[in-house]
Structures are given as structure tokens and as C-alpha cells.
């Protein structure tokens, strides 16, 4: 089975504080994703990478950046929080293009 | 703009009815669909993927596409109480494109 993990399941951050959110999956993936999902906005592509040390901007990705150093880790920063950035956050991870797997989450807030 | 249209739903069905969620996509060229099922607050599980036109069954799961309609539809069939979930329809485009389109997701509920 594909296990993709994320480092926190909830996390409360000051607005202003640089954030790390970590993900992991265990099936040597060369694709890795991060995502928000909001209420009535659905999932959003912040970044994803094909490779490692290649990154790629998806649909929203600023105020955010991305680290991969190793293929199995996929790391999300936000520089300087702010309160427009609490949400749900999602990393997936595949092979090629075919089915991406997500990990459990994380729920955001910024206060 | 690559879009992925459900619709929103509500979607009701009683226990052991056949529940039928549809999803259009905008882009000719894409090439793979799948469904993931999203419980609240959980993040989306893959339930069904397929690349050609017909039918794709897994259980009492059912996939159906038509690239010429650009329509792709999952059936529940003896629907569950456990099925009640959000179904969100996600599609790659053509042209070598890493990015999967999601659609905003249809709200099933089974009605015991």
C-alpha cells in the first residue's frame, strides 16, 4: 500500500511566523504535490515536483515556497504566515501521471 | 482554463438504490479520470481510475466514460450508509501535463 504521511494533523501558528509543513511517502513517487483545500473553493495546487530538486508553481503558489532534497520528502513553507492562509493542506504523491495518493492532512490556522 | 464541473449536490439516495455521480471536463485532450471519495474532515481516497471509453467495474463500483461527450460518471450501486461522502472527479489534461483538475466534489448522502 502507498503511505504518504504529513508531519502534524493540526497546527496553530501566529500570523507573521515562518511555517514547515513535511511530507513523506514511501514508494519511491518521482511526482509530489502540495494543495489547499477550502470550503466551496476545492483543491488548489500551490506546487508540485517532478524531481528531485525540481519544483514546478501550480494554480496558487504565493506567499508559499517548497524544498525537495530527497525523493521521498516533499517540505511546504510559508514564509510569513498570515490568516488568509488557514486551511487544509494536502500532499499526494505518484508515479508518472497516473493516480496520486494523499496523505491525512494538515489543518492550518493562523491566528 | 481546464475545468472540471459537478455538480454540487446535495445528492439523497436510499439504502440499497444505485446512486449516479456525473462529471463534465472541458479540455478534448485529456486523458485519465479518476474518483476519489472524501469523508468529512478526511483527506481524498482513490476509489476509481480509468483511461478508455466504456465501463470500469471494482465491486459495486462502476466508472464510466465518453470522450466524445466529455463525460465521465461513477455509480454506487446498493448504496450505503457508509457510502455518504463527497466525490470529487479529477482528470489529466493532454500534452504531458503533471496537474491533475479537480472538480469541486458532489455531497452523496445515503439515507438509511
Known amino acids: 500500500d502507498v503511505k504518504v504521511t504529513q508531519s502534524s494533523r493540526y497546527l496553530v501558528k501566529r500570523t507573521g511566523e515562518k511555517v514547515f509543513l513535511e511530507c513523506v511517502q514511501d514508494?519511491?513517487?518521482?511526482?509530489m504535490f502540495w494543495y489547499r483545500q477550502d470550503p466551496g473553493l476545492g483543491l488548489r495546487l500551490i506546487y508540485f515536483s517532478y524531481d528531485v530538486k525540481m519544483k514546478e508553481k501550480g494554480d496558487i503558489p504565493e506567499g508559499y515556497s517548497v524544498s525537495r532534497e530527497k525523493k521521498e520528502r516533499f517540505s511546504l513553507i510559508l514564509e510569513s504566515a498570515s490568516t488568509n492562509q488557514t486551511s487544509m493542506y494536502l500532499c499526494a504523491s505518484s508515479l508518472s501521471r497516473y493516480e496520486q495518493y494523499f496523505g491525512p492532512g494538515t489543518r492550518l490556522t493562523v491566528t | 482554463q481546464k475545468e472540471v464541473e459537478q455538480n454540487s449536490g446535495p445528492l439523497s439516495v436510499p439504502e440499497g438504490a444505485i446512486a449516479s455521480l456525473n462529471c463534465t471536463y472541458s479540455d478534448r485532450g485529456s486523458q485519465s479520470f479518476f474518483w476519489y471519495r472524501q469523508y468529512s474532515g478526511k483527506s481524498p481516497e482513490l476509489i476509481m481510475s480509468?483511461?478508455?471509453?466504456g465501463d470500469k467495474e471494482d465491486g459495486r463500483f462502476t466508472a464510466q466514460l465518453n470522450k466524445a461527450s466529455q463525460y465521465v460518471s461513477l455509480l454506487i450501486r446498493d448504496s450505503q450508509p457508509s457510502d455518504s461522502a463527497t466525490y470529487l472527479c479529477?482528470?489529466?489534461?493532454?500534452?504531458?501535463?503533471?496537474?491533475?483538475?479537480f472538480g469541486k466534489g458532489t455531497k452523496l448522502s445515503v439515507i438509511p
Open positions: 479529477a482528470v489529466y489534461s493532454g500534452a504531458g501535463s503533471y496537474q491533475l483538475t
Open positions: 480509468i483511461y478508455s471509453n
Open positions: 514508494m519511491d513517487h518521482e511526482n
